[in-house]
């Protein structure tokens, strides 16, 4: 019967890296515990309000499965991990009272909490869990928000059941409206390095590799030396590429938006910064984007583990930037989010934007907006905030090689969703992504991506104001 079971499991293809031997079953194949249930239900209150002290969990009828994931099972095209019977509806109407047909707030825990990056040890050379491993890219929907589409099913008969029973009731939302969520990492400022440019002349000569025009390179090449030895004196082309404050800055501006910016530190592994958090150029732009109503965070480390190394970093900017937040995004998008809550939580950080696919856009939880981070070792809802990252500049230029047009259609998918559920789009785009040399027409596409939330009419989402907000309504 096992047997049976596990070749129909969308995981069967992992079980080999999975944590079974320790007791913990990638395919959750127990009952919720209550603290696992709770997690859920603190989300979900955000979406529906209930007149006087009435408690939405008294209200829903809801079957606890425990069983494991066995089959594939969809209402519609979206998939429940944990059905309860053949139904294809999410809920029905029996003796006046709304029944949900299937397992509902276990299928939201198992996604929202990230619970298959807990069950499995299986990581890339970077410590991060792989897209290819993960049941969004089993059902080819990391674009899909999966977990508001079960919450919009639960918050439905909640409705249904309160008007049966004459209860008031309002829809609300953890995020007040359709909203994108502007980053900038700060990894690399200095294109015109000796180091850089004799790397590009290596490259030009085949003794380094190479996924560019040899001869767009060349002329990169030939621009940085001449550079370097102050033989170009027109302002225009002797731009940086990679010091782009001001550009990124106006074009948002522009569009009535801001943004936050993350700064990394030394932290003696070969990929530390080319620049000091408090070099005199870095800290006058700097400066300068706080002076304009950005936010500014910090770029943890590779090797960024435990609390006093949160804790070191954000009291290290904060000390060189008045106005700094206790905001983070780990370099290389290495987190686990079990482990690293924990330890985020305890060195003080307040809200993290780092979960996010490195290969893949779309949502990692299955969910498009903010929600709390789950410690599964001390089955507690932690303090950490996480702000979903939908995609980065190098995980559809790189990584997938899209081309523009490409780029835009599967923005506009996630954007769809995000209107839909009035969620919130957010956006990893390096200060160095504009280098016309490794991406011809960059920035053309960059301002039309921007034009395009303009046209869906997103509210601009802060990372730590907006969060302010949203923490102040779970409190409620
Ligand atoms: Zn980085």
Redesign the pocket.
């Known amino acids: 019967m096992k047997g049976q079971v596990f070749s129909t499991c969308p995981f069967f293809f992992v079980r080999h890296n999975s944590k079974e031997m320790k007791g913990i079953d990638i395919n959750l194949g127990r009952k919720l515990t209550e603290a696992e249930e709770e997690y859920v239900y603190k989300h979900l209150r955000m979406h529906i309000e209930i007149e006087g002290d009435g408690e939405i969990r008294d209200l829903i009828e809801m079957p606890k499965s425990g069983r494991g994931m066995e089959r594939d099972f969809r209402i519609g095209e979206i998939p429940v991990l944990f059905p309860c019977s053949e139904k294809e509806e999410a809920y029905r109407e029996e003796g006046g009272h709304i029944v949900f047909n299937h397992d509902l707030i276990k299928s939201s825990f198992y996604l929202l909490s990230c619970y298959q990056e807990y069950a499995t040890e299986e990581r890339d050379a970077w410590g991060r869990y792989r897209y290819k491993d993960s049941i969004q890219a089993y059902w080819d929907m990391a674009r899909k928000p999966i977990v508001n589409y079960y919450f919009e099913w639960m918050v439905e008969g909640i409705a249904k059941e309160c008007e049966h029973r004459g209860i008031a009731y309002k829809k609300i939302s953890p995020v007040g409206g359709p909203s994108v969520h502007l980053t900038h990492?700060l990894?690399t400022l200095r294109y015109y390095t000796w180091k850089k440019s004799l790397f590009r002349i290596a490259q030009v000569i085949g003794l380094r590799n190479c996924d560019t025009s040899r001869g767009r390179l060349a002329k990169a090449g030939c621009m940085s030396i001449l550079n370097k030895l102050g033989l170009r004196h027109d302002e225009k082309t002797r731009r940086d590429p990679y010091w782009t404050f001001e550009r990124i800055e106006d074009n948002e501006a522009y569009l009535g938006y801001k943004s936050t910016w993350f700064l990394?530190q030394e932290d003696g592994s070969k990929f530390g910064p080319d620049y000091r958090i408090d070099d005199e150029d870095v800290k006058e732009a700097v400066n300068r984007l706080i002076e304009r109503g950005n936010e500014v965070g910090v770029?943890t480390t590779i090797n960024t583990a435990k609390a006093a190394d949160f804790k070191a970093q954000i009291e290290a900017i904060k000390s060189t930037y008045k106005g700094a937040k206790e905001i983070n995004r780990k370099?290389?998008l290495s987190i686990d989010p079990d482990t690293m809550a924990r330890e985020m939580e305890k060195g003080g950080i307040k809200v993290d934007c780092t979960l996010g696919f490195s290969e893949h856009e779309g949502f990692r939880s299955s969910y498009c907006m903010p929600h709390y981070l789950f410690d599964h070792e001390g089955q507690r809802t932690t303090e950490v905030v996480e702000i979903p990252l939908a995609m980065m500049d190098v995980t559809v230029l790189t990584h997938r090689k899209l081309i523009y047009d490409e780029i835009f259609l599967t923005v506009g998918e996630m954007l769809d969703e995000v209107r839909r559920f009035g969620g919130v789009f957010s956006l990893l785009w390096h200060n160095s992504t504009f280098d016309e040399t490794y991406y011809p027409g960059i920035e053309t596409f960059y301002e039309q991506l921007h034009s395009l939330f303009a046209q869906y009419q997103l509210k601009c989402y802060m990372t730590y104001e907006s969060t302010k907000k949203y923490i102040g309504k779970t409190e409620k």
């Open positions: 990492d990894d990394l770029h370099h290389f």
